[in-house]
């Protein structure tokens, strides 16, 4: 975004460029876990939005740079957030789901009801 203070880039990082789910890595100027460095893709484009003059818009969608307005620019973000939340709570659930069934398992066993 080119905007009348100057110019922003937001990455759209590729989803294993993202630290493990909990971990938190040196971010701007402190510390952030993969959930507040993701949110600030979105927040950034609607911050700039609403409160600074936005000159530009340009969008790399993989092959060719394209240029779209602010409005654009925050779809692009929430899309792009909401595709990698969607990953991660299925990589959540799919954690969740493996867990319980070894818990249930393991109860089985424990309770020398497995085979009978």
Do not use: C
Request: aromatic share 14%; proline share 2%.
């Amino acid at each position: 975004m080119d905007r009348e203070s100057g110019t922003h880039l937001s990455i759209l990082h590729l989803i294993s460029e993202y630290p493990e789910d909990g971990k938190k890595v040196p971010y701007l100027f402190g510390m952030a876990d993969r959930w507040q460095i993701l949110s600030q893709k979105v927040e950034f484009a609607k911050y700039f939005t609403e409160h600074e003059g936005v000159l530009a818009v340009h969008y790399f969608n993989g092959f060719e740079l394209l240029q779209t307005n602010a409005e654009k620019a925050v779809e692009i973000a929430e899309n792009y957030k909401n595709g990698i939340v969607a990953f991660w709570n299925k990589e959540r659930e799919d954690r969740y789901n493996s867990i319980s069934w070894v818990g249930s398992i393991y109860n089985l066993v424990k309770n020398n009801q497995l085979g009978r």
